[in-house]
């Protein structure tokens, strides 16, 4: 990213026509942007990297349970028929019913406090879940574990929008939901490993959910170190640091994000087409995103492989999805728009979709999943970065950030039906499901590119008149602010 792109006051975005590119504002001098780069980069390193690694274990955390399914966890508990699939989706109404308080929690007390201890709490319900003996003991805890959870990704996203300007805020949280894809990658071989323990007082998958839960309860304490709710309050910038960043955020949204949330403008947002179009595409690609964490081991140890090489080949499509996730943040470059971006993911569920359907080959099947997984996580990506790309304050981050996040919810709650027992070992219903969560997602991006063209054009034909209004007013008019410009 080159000095100019970090240094201008707003990303340059597309008019109505299309071909404009002109910034918000002057470009800074050089010397200026070479040392906000150098403070971005140290944040990268530290919020970025913390957040990360929370976002991991949190993957850990949710595709546990099909590792476990693998390794004896339904039999042991007397689980039959759909009984596995209830347990899974009973995280997510309490997760959804959270989610957005949680939000609102988190900007009353701070990320530093908030997400610390929900990290904790996660951690330890997750290992409470290694003395469960019925479905009910695990029913129990993972409504436990949904209500801890719902607070972490909304959370980052929004820490996300406070520390970065629009244009670096879909990179970063490409990073960000590239957790998911690591936990994938590492979750399947530890689980794997796990097995190998040999103690009498606990059973394999009892090591999966004890274990993971104390990294996660542990890593919740070094996060209550390591996080600052504001740059001003960051342990590792300097003062000259803290005060580019401030000034840089205030260009950007007005207040750096430091403006209480505007109760009176909550439900202008929570009524905006356009954030239930762009989390709409986040909806449909978890579907894909979590048929990759929860259910590809079950999937590939009904193609006849053992239970420990089951685990450990998650690792494979869970890679792909590491690499398309991180590929993500460049295709706004690479293809001009998100929307152009979103398109290209969505062929990718496509297409692994219909090769999942159509043939009972192991390897094309394996390599299918790996196709899926690269479009799931890759939309993972895009998807949300263009949602927190068109926030212009704090109450549209929150509502943003909390709504997009809740149909993400809403599509792994989904999606926790769509492979049952009874449907192995080709799945059709889940294949099924997957094609048609693709074919969405395009559609929708389609309808939220073309809102987001209309009202740029607005802007320019029928400008809003602020000449009357406060600077409180003015400040609380976030994305209906005339200077502001959708990004595309």
Request: with cysteine; proline share 4%; net charge positive.
């Given at each position: 990213?080159?000095d100019?792109?970090?240094?201008?006051?707003?990303?340059?975005?597309?008019?109505p026509?299309?071909?404009?590119?002109k910034?918000?504002?002057?470009?800074?001098?050089?010397?200026?942007?070479?040392?906000?780069?150098?403070?971005f980069?140290?944040?990268?390193?530290t919020?970025?990297?913390?957040?990360?690694?929370?976002?991991?274990?949190?993957s850990?955390?949710?595709?546990?349970?099909?590792l476990?399914?693998?390794?004896?966890l339904?039999?042991?508990t007397?689980?039959?028929?759909?009984?596995?699939n209830v347990?899974?989706?009973?995280?997510?109404?309490?997760?959804?019913?959270?989610?957005?308080?949680s939000?609102?929690v988190?900007?009353?007390?701070?990320?530093?406090?908030?997400?610390?201890?929900?990290?904790?709490?996660?951690?330890?319900?997750?290992?409470?879940?290694?003395f469960?003996?019925n479905?009910?003991?695990?029913?129990?805890?993972?409504?436990?574990?949904g209500?801890?959870e719902s607070?972490?990704?909304?959370?980052?996203?929004m820490l996300?929008?406070?520390?970065?300007?629009?244009e670096?805020?879909?990179?970063?949280i490409?990073?960000?939901?590239?957790?998911?894809a690591?936990?994938?990658?590492?979750?399947?071989?530890?689980?794997?490993?796990?097995?190998?323990?040999?103690?009498?007082?606990?059973?394999?998958?009892?090591?999966i959910?004890f274990?993971?839960?104390?990294?996660?309860?542990?890593?919740?304490?070094?996060m209550?170190f390591?996080?600052?709710?504001?740059p001003?309050?960051s342990?590792?910038?300097?003062?000259?640091e803290?005060?580019l960043l401030?000034?840089?955020?205030?260009?950007?949204?007005?207040?750096?994000?430091?403006?209480?949330?505007?109760?009176?403008?909550l439900?202008?947002?929570?009524?905006?087409?356009?954030i239930y179009?762009?989390a709409?595409?986040?909806?449909?690609?978890?579907f894909?995103?979590?048929?990759i964490?929860?259910?590809?081991?079950?999937?590939?140890?009904?193609?006849?492989?053992?239970?420990?090489?089951?685990?450990?080949?998650?690792?494979?499509?869970g890679?792909c999805?590491?690499?398309g996730?991180?590929l993500?943040?460049?295709?706004?470059?690479?293809?001009?728009?998100?929307?152009?971006?979103?398109?290209?993911?969505?062929?990718?569920?496509?297409?692994?979709?219909?090769?999942?359907?159509a043939t009972?080959?192991n390897g094309?099947?394996?390599?299918?999943?790996?196709?899926?997984a690269?479009?799931?996580?890759?939309a993972?990506?895009?998807?949300?970065?263009?949602?927190?790309?068109?926030?212009?304050?704090?109450?549209?981050?929150?509502?943003s950030g909390?709504?997009?996040?809740?149909f993400?919810?809403l599509g792994?709650?989904s999606?926790?039906?769509i492979?049952?027992?009874h449907?192995?070992?080709?799945?059709?219903?889940?294949?099924?499901?997957?094609?048609?969560?693709?074919l969405?997602?395009?559609?929708t991006?389609?309808?939220?590119?073309?809102?987001?063209?209309?009202?740029?054009?607005?802007?320019?034909?029928?400008?809003?008149?602020i000449?009357?209004?406060t600077?409180e007013?003015?400040?609380?008019?976030?994305?209906?602010?005339?200077?502001?410009r959708?990004?595309?």
């Open positions: 990213m080159d100019k792109q970090i240094a201008s006051s707003h990303p340059k975005v597309d008019s026509d299309g071909v404009s590119d910034p918000y504002a002057q470009i800074v001098d050089s010397d200026t942007a070479k040392r906000l780069r150098w403070a980069r140290k944040v990268d390193a919020l970025i990297l913390v957040l990360l690694l929370a976002n991991v274990l949190n850990m955390d949710r595709s546990n349970l099909g476990s399914k693998v390794a004896g339904e039999k042991d007397g689980m039959h028929g759909s009984d596995f347990v899974v989706s009973l995280m997510y109404p309490t997760y959804l019913l959270f989610m957005l308080p939000n609102l988190l900007r009353k007390v701070g990320a530093r406090i908030w997400l610390s201890l929900i990290t904790i709490i996660w951690g330890v319900v997750n290992m409470c879940m290694a469960a003996k479905k009910t003991d695990l029913i129990l805890c993972r409504l436990f574990l209500m801890a607070g972490a990704t909304p959370g980052g996203l996300i929008t406070l520390w970065y300007p629009r670096l805020v879909t990179s970063r490409s990073f960000f939901f590239s957790s998911f690591i936990g994938a990658i590492v979750g399947g071989p530890i689980a794997s490993g796990i097995m190998n323990i040999d103690n009498p007082r606990f059973k394999s998958w009892q090591w959910f274990i993971e839960g104390i990294l996660t309860a542990g890593f919740g304490c070094i209550y390591l996080l600052a709710d504001y001003e309050k342990w590792l910038l300097n003062t000259s803290k005060m401030k000034q840089r955020m205030e260009q950007d949204q007005m207040d750096g994000g430091h403006q209480p949330i505007d109760k009176s403008r439900l202008v947002h929570v009524r905006d087409p356009l179009a762009q709409l595409i986040f909806y449909c690609v978890n894909g995103s979590n048929t964490l929860t259910f590809s081991a079950i999937i590939v140890n009904q193609m006849g492989y053992s239970p420990s090489a089951s685990q450990a080949m998650q690792a494979i499509p890679l999805g590491f690499i996730i991180l993500s943040r460049y295709y706004p470059k690479w293809f001009g728009s998100h929307y152009a971006g979103a398109l290209f993911v969505s062929g990718w569920i496509i297409t692994a979709s219909i090769i999942l359907l009972t080959s094309a099947r394996i390599f299918a999943l790996c196709l899926l690269f479009g799931s996580f890759g993972g990506g895009i998807g949300p970065g263009w949602v927190m790309s068109n926030v212009g304050g704090p109450t549209r981050s929150a509502v909390a709504l997009n996040v809740s993400g919810g792994a709650l999606a926790s039906y492979y049952q027992n449907d192995a070992p080709r799945y059709l219903l889940g294949h099924g499901m997957n094609l048609f969560a693709g969405l997602a395009a559609i991006a389609t309808v939220a590119y073309l809102i987001i063209r209309r009202r740029n054009k607005q802007k320019v034909t029928e400008p809003l008149d000449s009357h209004m600077d007013e003015i400040l609380n008019l976030e994305n209906h602010h005339p200077d502001f959708y990004v595309a």
